[in-house]
């Protein structure tokens, strides 16, 4: 991409992690397009999706199947207040953390905002479900890279699923797996003295144990209208744009179920290859934190409430 880069912007979109109570609800209060966003979204799904983002309680909105379509409305009511408003006009590229993915995609035209909504729920109720059959977790460890979280996860896994499932900025990689096989990597991890956090998720994601969830989603876009999208989205799976086919962006939606996300590359590869200014869409300001992590001289204009442009640090892991 050339200068003319920064007449154009790119948009992050966070990915399940960034829920909690209160998300999108100053946006629908001061736009009536980010409004009529939440309401769309509860007329579709026949719930109302809107009190749990606004009201919580937090324990519902943190459910997989709950947490990934709060978001994905959440990011497109911000987006469209955003666009109202003059705020953001053409765009250079988009990209999503994990489930940020699908927002990126609706963002670049690939699929409408039911569709994506639709997609997007079976997708969380599918994860949610694969995650139930079987006793397993994810573990983040801190001050490592790709070819020692290999070597641990092989020391760890013994005839269990053990593998890297997020590489989220440099020295941050989370591992995904059977139960046990969790339990023996924190212990590996301590021999090979690297930081081992166990996270609170129910199961684990990026990692074999989804097959299940991927054969699902691959049913179910089949049965949606797309079209090839209008800007470059990056893809989890490959760290670069998606190629021009509708074909392999939803092969690689599946994939990246059952794949690392690359995100600590694939914002490399953005640095890289635009000026573009870069806005993280709401909620929640964990793309930003990992930012600082991958690059510190690039800023994020992040958009967690309406005017709300303060870069504040956060590398908690998104992982789904």
């Given at each position: 991409?050339?200068?003319?880069?920064?007449?154009?912007?790119?948009?992050?979109?966070?990915?399940?992690?960034?829920?909690?109570?209160?998300?999108?609800?100053?946006?629908?209060?001061?736009?009536?397009v980010?409004?009529?966003?939440f309401?769309?979204?509860?007329?579709?799904?026949q719930?109302?999706l809107?009190?749990?983002?606004?009201?919580?309680?937090?324990?519902?909105?943190?459910?997989?199947?709950?947490?990934?379509?709060?978001?994905?409305?959440?990011s497109?009511?911000?987006?469209?207040?955003?666009?109202?408003?003059?705020?953001l006009?053409?765009?250079?590229?988009s990209?999503?953390?994990?489930?940020g993915?699908?927002?990126?995609?609706h963002?670049?035209?690939?699929?409408?905002?039911?569709d994506?909504?639709?997609?997007?729920?079976?997708?969380g109720?599918?994860?949610?479900?694969?995650?139930?059959?079987?006793?397993?977790g994810?573990?983040?460890l801190?001050?490592?890279?790709?070819?020692?979280?290999?070597?641990?996860?092989?020391?760890?896994r013994?005839?269990?699923?053990?593998?890297?499932?997020?590489?989220?900025?440099?020295?941050?990689?989370?591992?995904?797996?059977?139960?046990?096989?969790?339990n023996?990597a924190?212990?590996?991890?301590?021999t090979?003295?690297?930081?081992?956090?166990r996270?609170?998720?129910?199961?684990?994601?990026?990692?074999p144990?989804?097959?299940?969830?991927?054969?699902?989603l691959?049913?179910?876009?089949?049965?949606?209208?797309?079209?090839?999208?209008?800007?470059?989205?990056?893809?989890?799976?490959?760290?670069?744009?998606?190629?021009?086919?509708i074909?392999?962006?939803k092969?690689?939606?599946v994939e990246?179920?059952?794949s690392?996300?690359?995100?600590?590359?694939s914002?490399?590869?953005?640095?890289?290859?635009?000026?573009?200014p870069i806005?993280?869409?709401?909620?929640?300001?964990?793309?930003?934190g990992l930012?600082?992590?991958?690059?510190?001289?690039?800023?994020?204009?992040?958009?967690l409430?309406?005017?709300?442009t303060?870069?504040?640090?956060n590398?908690?892991?998104?992982v789904?």
């Open positions: 991409m050339s200068d003319s880069d920064n007449n154009h912007k790119t948009v992050l979109c966070p990915g399940q992690g960034a829920q909690t109570v209160g998300m999108g609800k100053a946006w629908a209060q001061a736009h009536p980010a409004a009529q966003t309401t769309q979204a509860d007329d579709i799904l719930m109302n809107s009190a749990l983002c606004f009201e919580g309680p937090q324990e519902q909105l943190n459910q997989t199947d709950v947490a990934q379509v709060a978001i994905y409305v959440t497109i009511a911000c987006y469209r207040a955003l666009v109202d408003t003059g705020q006009g053409l765009l250079a590229y990209a999503g953390l994990s489930l993915e699908f927002t990126a995609l963002i670049a035209g690939a699929f409408d905002f039911e994506g909504l639709r997609l997007v729920r079976l997708r109720q599918a994860m949610q479900e694969a995650a139930q059959k079987v006793a397993s994810m573990v983040a801190i001050g490592t890279d790709e070819q020692t979280a290999d070597q641990l996860c092989q020391e760890a013994q005839d269990e699923v053990l593998v890297p499932a997020n590489f989220n900025c440099p020295g941050q990689v989370v591992i995904s797996g059977h139960q046990a096989a969790c023996r924190l212990e590996v991890a301590k090979m003295q690297l930081r081992a956090t996270l609170t998720v129910v199961g684990a994601f990026h990692s144990i989804m097959e299940s969830a991927a054969g699902r691959t049913d179910a876009m089949q049965k949606i209208a797309w079209k090839l999208p209008n800007i470059p989205v990056i893809s989890n799976v490959t760290a670069q744009p998606h190629e021009p086919s074909e392999s962006i092969n690689r939606l990246q179920l059952t690392p996300v690359r995100w600590s590359q914002m490399s590869w953005l640095i890289n290859s635009t000026k573009s806005n993280e869409l709401a909620p929640g300001k964990v793309l930003s930012m600082r992590r991958i690059d510190r001289k690039t800023k994020i204009l992040n958009h409430e309406p005017d709300d303060v870069h504040v640090p590398t908690a892991a998104m789904k």
